[in-house]
C-alpha cells in the first residue's frame, strides 16, 4: 500500500507490505524504491516491509535546502517515529547505507538491527563519487527519475548538484564513530564493488558486534546481479541469532 506522510515540511511517498516485525529498506542516491524489486521486498513475507523514498528521490519532491546524510538521517528519524512507531530493522544500500548509519548514531534506540550494503562511512572509500561529479547518469536511471518524479526530470541536474555539493562539503564518519555502534549489524558488499574492499573490511571491523559477507560475481549492484543469493543472506541475518564458531578470532578478542 503506497501513500505519503508528512514529515516536516517534506511530502514522503512510502510504501509497506507484509506483516511482522518492522523492516525499513532505504535506497541509493539517484534511486528509488525499485531497487529493492525482486531482491529484499520479498523478505515482506516474514516482514512488516516499509520502502520509504527520499527527499528529491522517486515519488517524493525535492523541497528547498541540501540534501545531506545529516539530512536525510533526520527525515528517516522522523519516519521512524511517525511511521513505524519505533525501533526497527534497518537495511541501506549505497548512499542509504550511508543515511543507516547516521540514523544509528544518532538514534540507537530506533535500530534494532542494521544491514549495510555497499556502503561507505567516507567517501574517500570510494574508487570514484559524488564528490568527483556525476557526469553523465546512465539513460535508465534517467529514465526512472522521469516516470515517477513529481518535479519532473528538468528538476535532476539540481538533484545531482545537491548530492555533489554536500559529497564535497559534509564530512564522513570516523572509526571512532563506528566504534560506538552497539546493534548487531551485517556489512553486504560485491566483490567488485565501486566501495574499495579494503574500505569494507574497515567498516566491518570498525563495528564491532559486526558480520561481513562479499558475494562474489558481484558489483556495486548485487542486488540486481544475484537478487537470491543477496536475499538470503540479509534474511538469514535478520531472522536468526548469532551462532557461535568454532574457532573465533576477532569475536574470540585473539585479532582486530
Keep these: 500500500m503506497a501513500e505519503y506522510v508528512d514529515l516536516d515540511g517534506v511530502r514522503t511517498w512510502y510504501d509497506e507490505r507484509g506483516g511482522g516485525e518492522p523492516l525499513v529498506l532505504l535506497h541509493g542516491g539517484f534511486g528509488d524504491a525499485r531497487t529493492f524489486g525482486g531482491n529484499l521486498d520479498t523478505l515482506a513475507d516474514r516482514f ?71 556502503g561507505a562511512f567516507d567517501l574517500d572509500g570510494m574508487i570514484y563519487s559524488p564528490r568527483d561529479g556525476a557526469g553523465e547518469l546512465p539513460p535508465e536511471l534517467v529514465r526512472m527519475y522521469a516516470e515517477v518524479s513529481p518535479d519532473g526530470v528538468d528538476h535532476l541536474p539540481v538533484v545531482v548538484e545537491k ?16 566504534a560506538t555502534i552497539a546493534c548487531r549489524t551485517l556489512v553486504l558488499a560485491g566483490d567488485d564493488d565501486l566501495v574499495t574492499l579494503e574500505h569494507t573490511i ?13 558475494v562474489p560475481g558481484t558489483s556495486h549492484v548485487l542486488l540486481l546481479e544475484k537478487p537470491v543469493q543477496c536475499t538470503a543472506i540479509v534474511a538469514e541475518f535478520l531472522t536468526g541469532d548469532p551462532v557461535p564458531t568454532m574457532m573465533p578470532i576477532r569475536r574470540g578478542g585473539s585479532a582486530a
Design 48 to 118: 512488516h516491509v516499509y520502502l520509504p523514498e527520499r527527499r528529491g528521490h522517486g515519488h517524493t519532491p525535492d523541497v528547498e535546502g541540501p540534501l545531506t546524510v545529516s539530512v536525510m538521517a533526520e527525515d528517516t528519524i522522523a519516519f521512524l517515529e511517525k511511521v513505524v512507531g519505533g525501533q526497527a530493522r534497518l537495511a541501506g544500500y549505497s548512499a542509504g547505507a550511508s543515511v543507516a548509519l547516521a540514523v544509528a548514531l544518532r538514534r540507537p534506540d530506533l535500530v534494532e538491527r542494521l544491514v549495510l550494503i555497499s
Design 202 to 214: 574497515a567498516l566491518y571491523r570498525g563495528i564491532t558486534n559486526s558480520e561481513l559477507a562479499v
Design 163 to 178: 548530492i555533489a555539493a554536500a559529497a564535497r562539503e559534509e564530512p564522513g564518519f570516523t572509526e571512532a564513530d563506528l
